[in-house]
């Protein structure tokens, strides 16, 4: 297990109390709510890095296994079905079609696997659409039932009605996801993530199975992908198609690019951050989106590691030049 320097350890802690008293200094309900699909979004961005950004596997299906979790949640909500027990079947729903998918995509390689599963996601997406008896088409499903209330012991009842009470619950299942994450990634197994991504014909030649890393790297991100759907679907009380598209997929693309891949601070920090100041830019209209297109060439340009990797390059030439001095 690779440990964290010290320093990183108290920033993350500051970082953690920040996220505990948040909800303090929302300003209103409307910053809130783009708060908390900040953290959904945050959920699905990290399982995108595991598979794309440890991995080196270029899926851009993410954001059809989000709209499985997310119309999973919704139809089985509707049957009556318990939140708690629908969210994780909706998300072992989402794994065990990326894992029917998986097998056949994966037998290409690098821009064709993004081919394949760009081509799947746009099926899903069209599929959304036109099956009305399921999915009620492009009009959706309304009226998805909020998270089951949590009974406490001679407190009562948490119920999730309330935004802070549902930042709290996003909160918990995105600190969750990253601790998951960090054990699997900073782990002996997790290394050979990185040996694909870094030369995948070495890292066969010594004896990985390359197969079936990737499939597994595969299942796991669209888990987490399913499970941020089926918060989605809950807190937002409807879904569409457009929980189920290609562009999500690539506006989760954006978030992990700017945020940095390869890191899991990157994954929270683009899909946190990008929102927020997308939605401050809202008074210069059409603008914004030269804003955006600008700072996205200026990343890539300069910062090919997103603004976490950034800020790890600045860090470790300052000290290189400590220890010169």
Partial sequence: ????????????????????????????????????????????????????????????AHGAFFGFGAYGVAIMTKAGISFWLALPAAAVISALIGLVIGPPALRTRGSYFAIVTLAFGVVVWVVAGNWVEVTGGHNGIFGIPRPSPIPIPFI???????????????????????????????????????????????????????????????????????????????????VSPSAASYALTFNFLIFLILGGMAALSGSVVGAFAIPIIMEFLQDMGHFRLLIFGALLVVTIIYFPRGFVGGIRQLNLKIAQRRQKS
Avoid: C, W
């Fill in 1 to 60: 297990m690779i440990t964290k320097p010290i320093h990183t350890k108290i920033l993350y802690g500051l970082v953690f109390v920040f996220a505990l008293f948040l909800p303090l200094y929302v300003p209103d309900a409307y910053i809130f709510q783009i708060v908390i699909m900040s953290f959904i979004f945050a959920i699905a961005v990290s399982g995108m890095n595991l598979i794309i950004g440890y991995t080196g596997q270029a899926s851009l």
């Fill in 156 to 238: 009562g009842e948490i119920e999730f009605f309330d935004q802070t009470y549902q930042y709290y619950l996003v909160l918990t299942f995105l600190l969750l996801t990253l601790f998951v994450l960090h054990r699997v990634i900073y782990s002996i197994f997790g290394l050979t993530f990185m040996a694909i991504r870094n030369n995948e014909p070495l890292a066969d030649a010594v004896g990985i199975n390359t197969f079936t890393t990737k499939l597994i790297a595969f299942v796991t991100a669209n888990f987490f992908a399913g499970l941020a759907g089926g918060l989605y679907a809950s807190i937002l009380g409807a």
